[in-house]
């Protein structure tokens, strides 16, 4: 580092060298990282390989888990004088505040019962709203105007760019909690580099939806079964821009949704099996990964896991390995579907357009099926008593 201002002493040219790694340094961060995982693993944690932010420990068929961001710890398991024993050491180590039964997390809300658990971000809802002027808004039905599309070259651009990365930036976090806003979230987060009027304004469409649904969350039922299940589905060619098809997955862990993505593709697709069954291919990636860290856990995951789509020709494309003209083009990776399909771990089932959950995350719906979906997803907008 540079010598400090006032420091007199050595030559021009030299600079200090650290001993201690500070905050606010580049390396800070993964100093203190390397540091805790030392600490877990002599006391004989092990770190899963899968989420490198996961340590666990079993003593006597009884399990102790922490999850760690940056100096945040959760710390969960059904062995209490572990539990005991690791926040002692913690202290003793680094000492460290213990807040007790988790209510509130890096803006996340825990309410518990005997029921169930529910997530939601309504505080962080509120400050979106305080800080863009939307406290008495009339709030919308649905997050995304129906048929609306969203152009880089109409519209006038915006003054302040940064007032609306920031608010797209809350929106990614609060996605978290609320997967009934994720696609509306990815389109708006294609136009950040220049952002324009109409840009703003469905931004702001969206916020209202949220300021009359700031109660919702997900629920996660209490004894839900360890078994995934999977549903995928694409929206063929719909960038206006670049015609490129989007990607829209959910996973449940039971009846709990864990896990779910709207994102566009990478390439072109020259038909619509061809989108699904790249769509297919992230899924299973998905999969593959969430059944890896339920087994590093020490979870038995029931296979085969089911895979639900709704376009017959990709579920064909999946089952059956056979060369075709029209097939031929498609990059290796996407047959990725297809290996898991053969040792077992995966099998692919159709599913009526009207019963797609993935749906929520290609499109926008109207009201009522983005309600319906949207409870089907455990979005609800509080826990059971």
């Not at 993964?30 to 989420?51: A, M, P």
């Not at 960038?239 to 098809?245: D, I, P, R, T, V």
């Amino acid at each position: 580092m540079k010598p400090p201002k006032g420091y007199k002493g050595g030559k021009e040219g030299q600079v200090c060298r650290l001993k201690r790694s500070l905050y606010g340094l580049k390396q800070a961060s993964r100093q203190w990282n390397l540091e805790l995982t030392k600490f877990f693993l002599e006391h004989g944690y092990t770190q899963s390989k899968r989420d490198y932010s996961m340590f666990s420990k079993v003593v006597n068929d009884k399990e102790t888990i922490v999850l760690i961001y940056v100096d945040d710890l959760l710390i969960t398991g059904n062995d209490e004088v572990e539990v005991r024993s690791l926040k002692e050491w913690l202290d003793k180590a680094f000492t460290v505040k213990d807040l007790g039964e988790i209510r509130y997390f890096l803006g996340i809300e825990v309410a518990r019962n005997s029921k169930g658990t529910m997530l939601n971000q309504r505080k962080f809802i509120l400050d979106i709203l305080r800080s863009t002027g939307t406290e008495d808004c009339k709030p919308t039905k649905f997050p995304f105007p129906k048929g609306i599309k969203l152009s880089t070259e109409h519209g006038e651009l915006l003054e302040d760019a940064e007032v609306y990365r920031r608010i797209i930036g809350k929106l990614l976090y609060l996605n978290l909690t609320r997967p009934d806003i994720s696609y509306s979230v990815q389109q708006l987060s294609q136009f950040m580099h220049e952002p324009r009027k109409p840009h703003l304004q469905a931004a702001i469409h969206v916020i209202k939806y949220l300021a009359g649904t700031m109660d919702w969350g997900l629920y996660y039922p209490a004894n839900s079964e360890i078994k995934l299940t999977a549903y995928c589905d694409s929206d063929w060619g719909s960038c206006a821009f670049s015609a490129k098809s989007l990607t829209g997955y959910c996973v449940f862990l039971g009846d709990s949704l864990v896990s779910w993505k709207t994102k566009k593709q990478k390439t072109t697709s020259k038909s619509s099996t061809e989108a699904e069954y790249r769509c297919m291919s992230h899924t299973t990636s998905e999969i593959v990964w969430l059944s890896g860290v339920l087994e590093d856990l020490g979870f038995i995951v029931p296979k085969p896991i089911d895979l639900f789509c709704d376009n017959k020709s990709a579920i064909h494309l999946a089952h059956n390995p056979v060369f075709h003209e029209r097939t031929k083009h498609l990059n290796v990776d996407c047959h990725y579907v297809r290996d898991h399909l053969q040792d077992g771990t995966l099998n692919v089932l159709h599913v009526k357009s009207f019963l797609q959950l993935a749906d929520l995350m290609t499109k926008s719906l109207s009201e009522q099926q983005h309600n319906h979906l949207s409870f089907k997803l455990s979005i609800v907008s509080s826990a059971p008593t």
